[in-house]
């Protein structure tokens, strides 16, 4: 390196790594160094694929190990690479270098690479690659790298996986064509009663309607929300160092970011200890008026229809290939529909393993095709609890929709039921289970708790709360369970 910039240096050897294409640089690399990046050429390729150009680079750290220099260089990328209106993250997401010169013999001979986009909370770096990180000076500049500033503790970091369109800044309404992975952080704002979600709510004006403007202290906020590969995807799913997921998938009528702020809430309220993930489908959103609801519920119908096969893609990948035990699922509304018919994709294929437990929040699934294929899904599971309400708004919302056809979440003076299933009728509990801007629910902790003692095993319902009790009471066993506060 010389008198070369490292900031140049780590610019040039980025572009080179999305190219593919080392061999300028086989005059400056030690041997070893040079093989090394060479073989593991397409990893690198596919760990900077999704970001651009560098928008500013420095170096951020150096120090002198003799007979060694070391630098730390910082690259921040704005956007996704093709895509030039996509943000990334807000403030710009970074990778960072590592680079150790020996100038003995004047050629780099150590070199570390991470992208800066930490899923769990650590200080530690995540290393994307690496080569003599054993070594001196690596080892002392490992250290060095290791340090940063301690992670908000209002924000809740958790991995996403979409078969959603990109749009320039999140993702669209419409189809994607594949599974895209990536990783979210929100915060949580400082006033936040459990169960309750505040976003920005659209406001009437004279001139029209206006969106009230994002408030940190009083909303949820996206502070960072990236794309990154499924390799990188698996190998921070397997740095969570956990048996146990939990996967959230939502219902009719949300946008991406509606599913990103309910699915934060969840897992923020849960306080959940394993490995978090929001799965988001190609729903509509953004409906209001009848007319609206009714076409997004053909649309959102045959989304969740169509989508099931990469669902189960998602679920497969958690357990078989990821080494997760129980990946247990929490699904609202019409998100039910899509496991279901994952879960029966599943079972087609004779594969007898489980995944985790199955629940399911004002399910918006027809009741004759609930008693008739659940039962057959259900050795999958290593357990099944409905929540079923007369009077949540999403549900109801979505009935009307599908010309009052009967739904297997709403209350026809008791709960469905069948075999093995805990049945629970939560009309008390409020009049909207996962919705957006409602306080009602917000006051009343009791669903998350409830759902946090299933998540840990507890069993029957009324060994859980004191305020679900079986109906009948004598004799049992009971025939299904409500909550009656």
Not at 176 to 196: A, E, S
Not at 460 to 484: D, G, M, S, T
């Amino acid at each position: 390196m010389g008198a070369a910039d490292p900031v140049q240096v780590a610019t040039d050897i980025f572009l080179a790594f999305g190219s593919n294409d080392l061999t300028a640089f086989r005059p400056v690399l030690e041997s070893k160094i040079f093989e090394h990046l060479s073989v593991n050429g397409d990893k690198l390729s596919e760990q900077v694929q999704d970001l651009s150009l560098p928008r500013k680079a420095s170096v951020i750290a150096s120090g002198y190990v003799k007979p060694r220099y070391f630098f730390e260089v910082e690259l921040t990328h704005d956007l996704l690479r093709g895509d030039p209106g996509a943000v990334v993250a807000a403030g710009g997401q970074r990778s960072y270098y590592l680079i150790g010169y020996n100038t003995e013999v004047g050629l780099i001979d150590a070199f570390a690479f991470r992208i800066d986009f930490r899923i769990f909370e650590s200080n530690r770096p995540n290393l994307a690659f690496g080569s003599n990180l054993r070594e001196e000076p690596m080892v002392s500049a490992g250290a060095a790298l290791a340090t940063g500033p301690d992670p908000d503790p209002r924000t809740i970091d958790f991995l996403f996986a979409t078969t959603r369109a990109r749009e320039q800044k999140s993702f669209s309404e419409k189809r994607g064509t594949t599974i895209t992975f990536g990783g979210l952080r929100v915060r949580i704002p400082d006033d936040h009663k459990m169960g309750n979600v505040r976003v920005p709510k659209i406001r009437e004006a004279l001139i029209g309607t206006y969106e009230e403007k994002l408030d940190p202290g009083k909303h949820f906020v996206i502070s960072r929300q990236g794309v990154i590969g499924k390799p990188t995807w698996s190998d921070t799913a397997k740095a969570a160092r956990t048996t146990e997921a939990l996967v959230f998938v939502h219902g009719f009528n949300n946008t991406f970011d509606d599913a990103v702020y309910r699915a934060a809430q969840v897992f923020w309220d849960l306080q959940y200890k394993g490995l978090p993930v929001l799965y988001s489908w190609p729903s509509w959103g953004n409906a209001r008026n009848p007319l609206d609801l009714a076409r997004s519920y053909l649309y959102d119908r045959d989304s969740a229809l169509t989508d099931s096969d990469s669902f189960l893609e998602l679920l497969r990948l958690l357990r078989d290939e990821l080494g997760i035990r129980r990946v247990n699922i929490v699904a609202h509304s019409m998100g039910n529909y899509l496991v279901l018919n994952a879960l029966r994709g599943q079972a087609s294929s004779q594969d007898s393993k489980k995944f985790g437990e199955w629940i399911l929040a004002a399910p918006d699934v027809d009741k004759d095709q609930f008693m008739r294929f659940v039962p057959g899904v259900q050795g999958l599971l290593t357990g099944v609890t409905l929540y079923a309400s007369a009077s949540d708004k999403t549900l109801l919302a979505s009935m009307k929709a599908a010309r009052n056809v009967p739904r297997a979440g709403y209350v026809y003076g008791k709960p469905l039921t069948l075999p093995g299933i805990d049945s629970i009728d939560v009309t008390r509990m409020g009049d909207e289970l996962f919705g957006l801007n409602h306080d009602t629910f917000a006051t009343n902790r009791s669903l998350i708790d409830d759902m946090g003692l299933l998540l840990d095993g507890v069993r029957p319902p009324n060994k859980r709360l004191r305020q679900i009790i079986p109906v009948p009471a004598n004799p049992p066993p009971p025939k299904y369970w409500e909550f009656a506060p």
